[in-house]
């Protein structure tokens, strides 16, 4: 049974380009500090070590995986609009406030509130985007609105010079970051829509205990969770950790560092998004395994990738590093789109907000735990290419994973 309404594609569009600038602002909220780690910790002298500064990138993860299964059963019983819009001017509101710290526990309480008010908009938005594009267009969709993440992501690269500069610091780049937001979060509860659905595809009624066990006994959705877990440890690595270590292996400045580590990989991501949801849009035409082949694609490269990133310093060259970073972001471009879209083929429209909040829950808590870690490793002068070797190999068995999805038998689009 299909949909008895079907969203104009100029109003399933639309809403996934208001929606990306959210995406941004999402991302460059949280990227910024990873870029401004050495002014943050010379004006907070409290932080003192690697392992410290590590628990600030844990605890923002491990607070917004915990709340995304809550934002994502929200999404899915109420109102994606509304959790859409209010996670943003929540979120925005922490961001101002964090420019304003003076401490140790003041940053760590500072993220841990972006992490709770963050975690509520990811499932909502990706869930909505979903239920206005309806097959042919899922993809590419879900592809269009990463790229919000990513210029998020390449604007936070950026604020690693805002840092270094007099006249700005860091402190500015919160500030501004936060006004930004919540000037935008009135005019979007304006602008968005829920999607027209079909009776078969109303807001849920069930409680969180069945939704719970509904996901939990879906073989394909746990494979899903686990895929989408492994190859996000390796990406948080290089998200929160790589300008500090291209600063340190390569001995170039704070800003160049900031804008070397986010800038080429990204736009490489960028582009892979859009091209691999229209690969993936393209398969699916051939076989419902098209996303995932799509996916698998991306990771083999992502494996590649890591291995190369560990093995840079040695050359001390940073165009090399930087050729292999670009690799990472092909290969999480075309993994990224399609997460969402494989979901939808395998979990009714009623509990996708839901899942894909688990699915951020286990990821971005085993995130914080590689954050984490990786800070303990650098701290015992571990290798960086053992380190990369290490999260290059969980990325490879990934691969399996995620092959081992069986789609839903043709199922009518919804």
């Not at 019983?77 to 710290?101: E, F, N």
């Not at 003041?106 to 972006?114: N, P």
């Not at 993936?280 to 395994?289: E, G, L, N, Q, S």
């Not at 800070?375 to 691969?399: E, H, M, T």
Request: charged residues 10%.
């Amino acid at each position: 049974m299909t949909n008895l309404r079907k969203p104009r594609l100029d109003r399933a569009w639309l809403v996934v380009l208001l929606l990306a600038p959210v995406a941004l602002l999402n991302y460059l909220d949280r990227q910024m500090l990873a870029a401004m780690k050495f002014s943050v910790m010379q004006e907070v002298a409290e932080i003192g070590s690697e392992a410290n500064w590590g628990k600030i990138l844990a605890l923002f993860k491990w607070t917004y995986a915990f709340l995304s299964p809550v934002g994502g059963y929200f999404a899915d019983r109420y109102s994606r609009k509304h959790v859409i819009a209010g996670s943003l001017l929540a979120w925005s509101a922490v961001t101002w406030a964090t420019g304003q710290v003076s401490s140790y526990g003041q940053l760590l309480a500072a993220r841990a509130l972006m992490g709770i008010s963050e975690a509520l908009y990811m499932p909502a938005a990706l869930a909505l985007i979903a239920d206005y594009h309806r097959g042919p267009t899922r993809s590419r969709a879900v592809g269009v609105h990463q790229m919000g993440i990513y210029a998020g992501v390449i604007i936070g690269g950026f604020s690693g010079y805002a840092a270094d500069h007099p006249a700005l610091g860091w402190r500015w780049m919160f500030e501004l970051c936060g006004v930004v937001g919540v000037l935008y979060a009135f005019p979007l509860f304006v602008w968005i829509r829920n999607a027209p659905l079909g009776p078969e595809a109303q807001p849920a009624k069930l409680s969180p205990r069945l939704a719970l066990q509904e996901l939990l006994r879906n073989r394909s959705f746990l494979l899903l969770v686990l895929y989408f877990t492994l190859p996000a440890m390796a990406g948080w690595i290089v998200r929160d950790w790589m300008p500090a270590i291209l600063k340190a292996e390569f001995g170039i400045g704070q800003g160049k560092a900031g804008v070397s580590a986010t800038l080429y990989w990204m736009v490489a991501a960028v582009v892979a998004a859009f091209g691999g949801g229209w690969l993936a849009d393209v398969w699916m035409r051939r076989t419902p395994r098209g996303r995932i082949y799509t996916s698998a694609i991306g990771m083999v490269l992502i494996t590649i990738a890591m291995l190369g990133v560990g093995y840079s310093p040695q050359t001390g060259n940073l165009s090399i590093a930087i050729f292999f970073l670009i690799l990472f972001g092909i290969g999480w471009g075309f993994f990224d789109c399609n997460n969402m879209p494989i979901l939808c083929q395998i979990a009714r429209p009623q509990l996708r907000a839901t899942g894909y909040g688990m699915m951020n829950m286990v990821s971005i808590s085993c995130g914080g735990l590689a954050d984490w870690f990786f800070g303990v490793l650098r701290d015992l002068a571990v290798p960086l290419a053992a380190i990369f070797g290490l999260f290059a190999s969980i990325a490879l068995f990934s691969v399996v994973l995620v092959l081992l999805i069986k789609p839903a038998d043709a199922p009518a689009p919804t």
